[in-house]
Protein backbone atom coordinates (compact mmCIF):
# COMPACT_ATOMS: atom_id res chain seq x y z
CA UNK A 1 0.00 0.00 0.00
CA UNK A 2 1.30 3.34 -1.07
CA UNK A 3 0.16 7.17 -0.86
CA UNK A 4 2.50 9.64 -2.71
CA UNK A 5 0.96 13.27 -2.26
CA UNK A 6 2.24 16.28 -4.72
CA UNK A 7 0.79 19.88 -5.70
CA UNK A 8 1.76 21.91 -2.42
CA UNK A 9 3.74 24.42 -2.96
CA UNK A 10 3.83 28.42 -1.99
CA UNK A 11 0.51 30.87 -2.48
CA UNK A 12 -0.28 34.43 -1.39
CA UNK A 13 -3.44 34.56 1.12
CA UNK A 14 -6.20 34.28 -0.67
CA UNK A 15 -5.09 31.76 -3.19
CA UNK A 16 -5.77 28.21 -3.88
CA UNK A 17 -3.56 25.34 -4.42
CA UNK A 18 -5.14 21.23 -5.11
CA UNK A 19 -2.96 18.48 -3.72
CA UNK A 20 -2.79 15.26 -4.53
CA UNK A 21 -2.25 11.82 -3.34
CA UNK A 22 -2.34 8.90 -5.87
CA UNK A 23 -3.01 5.33 -4.00
CA UNK A 24 -1.97 2.41 -4.84
CA UNK A 25 -1.99 -1.39 -3.52
CA UNK A 26 -5.34 -1.17 -2.05
CA UNK A 27 -7.23 -4.73 -3.42
CA UNK A 28 -10.53 -3.15 -2.92
CA UNK A 29 -12.60 0.77 -1.83
CA UNK A 30 -13.71 -0.60 1.50
CA UNK A 31 -11.18 2.13 3.54
CA UNK A 32 -11.70 6.08 4.32
CA UNK A 33 -9.18 8.72 2.95
CA UNK A 34 -8.33 11.83 5.20
CA UNK A 35 -6.28 14.52 5.03
CA UNK A 36 -4.40 16.17 8.23
CA UNK A 37 -1.77 18.69 8.24
CA UNK A 38 1.01 19.76 11.21
CA UNK A 39 2.35 23.00 11.35
CA UNK A 40 5.67 23.21 13.33
CA UNK A 41 5.39 23.34 16.62
CA UNK A 42 2.03 21.96 16.80
CA UNK A 43 0.02 18.75 16.84
CA UNK A 44 -1.11 16.87 13.86
CA UNK A 45 -4.79 17.30 12.67
CA UNK A 46 -7.06 15.86 10.77
CA UNK A 47 -8.89 18.31 8.35
CA UNK A 48 -11.20 16.51 6.55
CA UNK A 49 -12.11 12.65 5.28
CA UNK A 50 -13.94 10.67 2.32
CA UNK A 51 -15.74 6.93 3.07
CA UNK A 52 -16.15 4.45 0.98
CA UNK A 53 -19.71 5.69 -0.12
CA UNK A 54 -18.52 9.26 -1.25
CA UNK A 55 -19.24 11.12 1.55
CA UNK A 56 -17.08 13.81 3.08
CA UNK A 57 -16.57 15.62 6.59
CA UNK A 58 -14.56 18.21 7.52
CA UNK A 59 -13.05 20.59 10.24
CA UNK A 60 -14.45 23.78 11.46
CA UNK A 61 -11.14 25.32 10.27
CA UNK A 62 -11.54 24.23 6.71
CA UNK A 63 -15.27 23.63 6.27
CA UNK A 64 -16.38 26.20 3.62
CA UNK A 65 -13.00 26.07 2.17
CA UNK A 66 -11.32 23.36 1.50
CA UNK A 67 -12.85 20.63 -0.49
CA UNK A 68 -12.39 16.78 -0.47
CA UNK A 69 -12.62 14.66 -3.80
CA UNK A 70 -11.88 11.35 -5.19
CA UNK A 71 -11.17 9.73 -8.97
CA UNK A 72 -11.88 6.25 -8.67
CA UNK A 73 -10.60 5.03 -12.17
CA UNK A 74 -7.19 7.26 -11.36
CA UNK A 75 -7.03 5.70 -7.51
CA UNK A 76 -6.43 9.84 -6.49
CA UNK A 77 -7.45 11.85 -3.86
CA UNK A 78 -7.71 15.47 -4.34
CA UNK A 79 -7.99 18.24 -1.64
CA UNK A 80 -8.92 21.81 -3.13
CA UNK A 81 -8.29 24.41 -0.80
CA UNK A 82 -9.60 28.04 -1.42
CA UNK A 83 -9.15 31.03 0.58
CA UNK A 84 -5.85 30.10 1.95
CA UNK A 85 -4.84 31.72 5.01
CA UNK A 86 -1.11 32.21 6.43
CA UNK A 87 -2.57 29.75 9.58
CA UNK A 88 -2.62 26.91 6.66
CA UNK A 89 0.69 26.64 6.81
CA UNK A 90 1.57 22.83 6.97
CA UNK A 91 2.69 19.86 5.64
CA UNK A 92 -0.31 18.14 4.36
CA UNK A 93 -0.53 14.39 4.95
CA UNK A 94 -3.50 11.92 3.28
CA UNK A 95 -3.80 8.87 5.04
CA UNK A 96 -5.71 5.98 4.67
CA UNK A 97 -8.35 4.13 7.49
CA UNK A 98 -11.36 1.70 7.91
CA UNK A 99 -13.28 4.58 8.68
CA UNK A 100 -14.48 6.14 11.51
CA UNK A 101 -18.41 6.54 12.68
CA UNK A 102 -19.35 8.15 16.16
CA UNK A 103 -23.19 8.19 16.14
CA UNK A 104 -23.51 6.63 13.10
CA UNK A 105 -22.23 9.56 11.44
CA UNK A 106 -18.54 9.41 9.90
CA UNK A 107 -16.62 11.70 11.54
CA UNK A 108 -12.88 12.02 10.61
CA UNK A 109 -10.94 10.89 13.60
CA UNK A 110 -7.62 10.82 14.78
CA UNK A 111 -4.10 9.82 13.60
CA UNK A 112 -4.34 6.34 15.24
CA UNK A 113 -7.01 5.65 13.33
CA UNK A 114 -5.39 5.58 9.64
CA UNK A 115 -3.02 2.81 9.02
CA UNK A 116 -0.97 4.24 6.14
CA UNK A 117 0.24 7.60 5.38
CA UNK A 118 2.02 9.74 2.74
CA UNK A 119 5.08 11.29 3.16
CA UNK A 120 3.50 14.82 3.10
CA UNK A 121 3.69 17.73 0.95
CA UNK A 122 4.47 20.98 2.14
CA UNK A 123 1.90 24.12 1.77
CA UNK A 124 3.24 27.66 2.64
CA UNK A 125 0.65 30.33 2.76
CA UNK A 126 2.34 33.99 2.87
CA UNK A 127 0.48 37.27 4.05
Known amino acids: VQLVESGGGSVQSGGSLRLSCAASGFTSRLYSLGWFRQAPGKEREGIGA???????TYADSVKGRFTISIDNAKNTLYLQMNSLKPEDTAMYYC??????????????????????WGQGTQVTVSS
Open 95 to 116: AAGAGVYRDYRFVIGSETDYGY
Open 50 to 56: INSDDAT
